[in-house]
C-alpha cells in the first residue's frame, strides 16, 4: 500500500476537494491502537499536518474542513464527501455523522490544534520551538526588510576591510581590482548596489543546500578567483577565434572573386557581412562589454537569399557552401564570448558571497535581529542532522499524516525541511501527500521547483511506496474551453520540439503529453 501519495492535478480538478477529503478520512478513522486495536479519538485531526503556500489558501482550507464536518455532523442533505467516506471507512451514515460532530466540537475548543499553516508560518513555528539548541538570543527580533539588513552588512563588509593577513589581504584586492573595473566601465565605483542585489543570493537553495564545508569550499573567494581566471583565457581564445573566423571569410571571399560591397545592401550595415565586421571592430574597441548581434546578423546566418542582389544568383551556391558555414560559426563564437563576458561581470559579486554571509550573522547578531528569510537556512544546518521526532519533541506535538498542496510551487530548500516529518510519519505508519499542477507554477522567483513535482520526488530512492494520482477532470470549465487548451498546448509542444529547442525529448517524453491535457466532465 502505498505512504506518499502525489496528485498531479489540474486546474478546476477538484484539488481542495480531494485535499478536504483526505483529511477528513484521517480525521474520522481509527488510527490509536490500544492493546492492538485501532480506536478513534476526535483529537485525531489534531495529528495531520496540512502546508500551502499562501494565508488565503490556508483560511479557505480550515473554512472547507470545518463545513464539512458541520454538514456530515448534521447529516444535511446530500452531505459533501458522505457516501464517500462511509464507503472508505466501512461505517454507516450514524457513526460518520457521530464522529464528525464529535471533531468538529474539539476543533472549535481546540481551534489552534487544527494545524493548517503556510510553509513560511510552520517553518518559524519549527523555529521558535529550537531557540535554545540555536544558541539565539530569546529576546531576537524577527525582520522581513532583508534590503536594510543586506546594505549594513555590505557597509560593514567594507568598512573592515583590511590587508593584516593573507586571506583578508585577498579580499580587499578583489573589491580593489572590482571597483576599479566598475569604474572604467560605468563611470561610478560604487558597488554598494550590486552587493546588495547578490545579497539575495545567500537564501537561495544554491547556498544554502550544500552542507557548512561543501558551501565554504563552493563559494569561496579562491574558487570565483580561479574561475575568473579561466573565463579570462576561455575569453582570449575566443578572440583569437572570432578573428581567424574573420580572415577565413575575407579570405575565402578573396580566392572567389566575390566583392562584399557587391553584395546586396552594398556598404551598409544591413550588409550582413558588413554588419559582422563592425562587431569585431567593437569586441577590440569597447573590450568586457558584450556584443549586440544586430537583426541583419540574425538573418545573415540563416540563409544565404538575402545575400544577393537580382542577377546574382550564380552566386548562391559558392556562398551556401563556402561562406555560410563559416559565417554560421562565427556567429556562435560570438554567442560564446557573450557569455564569458557576462559571466565575468558577475564574478565581484559572487566571490564575496561567504565574506557577505559573516558579515550578514554579525550585523543581525549586534542588531538582535534575525530574518525570516534566514528561518530555513538555519533550520536546514540543524534539521539535517536530527530526524523529525527530535523536533517533535520540542514543540510538543507529532504528526502522523502530512499533506502539502501547491506543491510545484516547492523549493528543494523547503522539500528537505518537509522531508524527514513526511520520512517519520511513514515510519510510523502514517502517510505524506503531495498536490500540485506543474502547469500553474508561479513561484520560480522564490526558489520554486517544480522539477519536484514532475519527476524528481518519483525518482527518489528512499524507501516509500509512492502512487500517483493525477486529477486531470475539468469540472470548472466548459467543454470548449478545455478542448481549446488541449489543443493549443499540442500545437505548441510540437512548435518549441521542431523549432526552438534540439534535442527535446531529453526535455519532454512524448508520453507526457497525457500530463497536461484535461478531460471534460459529462
Not at 457516501?83 to 466540537?105: G, H, M
Not at 573565463?231 to 575575407?250: C, N, P, S, Y
Not at 554571509?357 to 540543524?382: C, F, N, P, Q
Not at 505548441?492 to 508520453?511: D, Q
Request: proline share 2%; charged share 25%; net charge negative.
Amino acid at each position: 500500500m502505498a505512504n506518499l501519495i502525489i496528485y498531479s492535478a489540474s486546474a478546476g480538478s477538484g484539488k481542495t476537494y480531494t485535499l478536504v477529503k483526505e483529511f477528513l478520512i484521517r480525521a474520522l478513522q481509527g488510527n490509536l491502537k490500544t492493546n492492538g486495536n485501532s480506536t478513534w479519538s476526535p483529537y485525531s485531526f489534531s495529528h495531520i499536518l496540512c502546508v500551502t503556500f499562501t494565508r488565503k489558501a490556508t483560511a479557505e482550507m480550515k473554512e472547507r474542513i470545518t463545513r464539512a464536518l458541520y454538514r456530515l455532523a448534521i447529516n444535511a442533505p446530500q452531505a459533501d464527501y458522505l457516501d464517500e467516506l462511509c464507503e472508505k471507512l466501512a461505517l454507516p451514515t450514524s457513526e460518520v455523522c457521530i464522529r464528525a460532530r464529535q471533531c468538529l466540537e474539539v476543533i472549535l475548543y481546540n481551534y489552534s490544534a487544527l494545524s493548517v499553516f503556510t510553509i513560511d508560518s510552520f517553518i518559524q513555528k519549527v523555529f521558535d520551538s529550537l531557540v535554545w539548541e540555536l544558541n539565539l538570543k530569546p529576546e531576537q527580533r524577527e525582520t522581513t526588510n532583508a534590503s536594510a539588513l543586506l546594505a549594513e552588512a555590505v557597509q560593514y563588509l567594507l568598512e573592515h576591510l583590511s590587508t593584516t593577513n593573507e586571506s583578508s589581504k585577498a579580499v580587499y584586492e578583489w573589491c580593489e581590482m572590482h571597483t576599479h573595473n566598475a569604474l572604467v566601465q560605468s563611470g561610478s565605483w560604487h558597488i554598494e548596489k550590486k552587493l546588495v542585489s547578490r545579497g539575495y543570493q545567500l537564501f537561495s537553495d544554491q547556498y544554502v543546500l550544500p552542507i557548512n564545508g561543501e558551501r565554504e569550499a563552493q563559494f569561496s573567494l579562491a574558487t570565483f578567483q580561479s574561475m575568473q581566471a579561466q573565463l579570462l583565457t576561455e575569453k582570449r581564445g575566443l578572440v583569437d577565434e572570432i578573428e581567424k573566423g574573420w580572415a577565413q571569410i575575407m579570405a575565402t571571399l578573396e580566392q572567389e572573386g566575390i566583392e562584399i560591397y557587391a553584395l546586396k545592401q552594398g556598404s551598409s550595415q544591413r550588409n550582413g557581412l558588413v554588419a559582422m565586421h563592425t562587431l569585431i571592430d567593437k569586441m577590440h574597441a569597447e573590450d568586457g562589454q558584450p556584443l549586440k548581434v544586430s537583426a541583419t546578423i540574425l538573418t545573415w546566418r540563416a540563409s544565404t537569399e538575402a545575400w544577393t542582389k537580382k542577377g546574382q544568383d550564380d552566386l548562391i551556391p559558392t556562398l551556401t557552401t563556402q561562406i555560410l558555414p563559416k559565417y554560421q560559426k562565427l556567429y556562435k563564437l560570438i554567442l560564446r564570448y557573450n557569455t564569458v563576458i557576462l559571466a565575468l561581470r558577475k564574478l565581484p559579486e559572487l566571490g564575496l558571497l561567504n565574506e557577505l554571509r559573516s558579515a550578514l550573522d554579525t550585523v543581525e547578531r549586534e542588531k538582535g535581529m534575525l530574518l525570516l528569510a534566514d528561518l530555513a537556512y538555519i533550520l536546514h544546518g540543524i534539521a539535517g542532522d536530527n530526524d523529525a521526532s527530535f523536533i517533535y519533541e520540542r514543540m510538543g506535538m507529532w504528526y502522523q499524516s502530512l499533506f502539502i498542496d501547491e506543491f510545484q510551487d516547492t523549493s528543494r530548500l523547503h522539500w528537505e525541511l518537509l522531508k524527514p516529518f513526511i520520512n517519520n510519519a511513514i515510519a510510523e505508519g502514517g502517510t505524506g501527500l503531495l498536490v500540485g499542477d506543474v502547469k500553474q507554477a508561479i513561484y520560480r522567483w522564490r526558489g520554486g521547483d517544480w522539477e519536484l513535482l514532475a519527476h524528481r520526488i518519483v525518482e527518489e530512492n528512499n524507501g516509500w511506496q509512492k502512487e500517483l494520482r493525477p486529477l486531470d477532470t475539468n469540472y470548472r470549465s466548459t467543454k470548449e474551453v478545455v478542448t481549446f487548451n488541449n489543443v493549443l498546448l499540442e500545437t505548441l509542444r510540437e512548435e518549441i520540439k521542431h523549432k526552438y529547442i534540439e534535442g527535446f525529448s531529453t526535455l519532454c517524453k512524448e508520453a507526457d503529453i497525457a500530463d497536461i491535457q484535461e478531460r471534460i466532465d459529462k
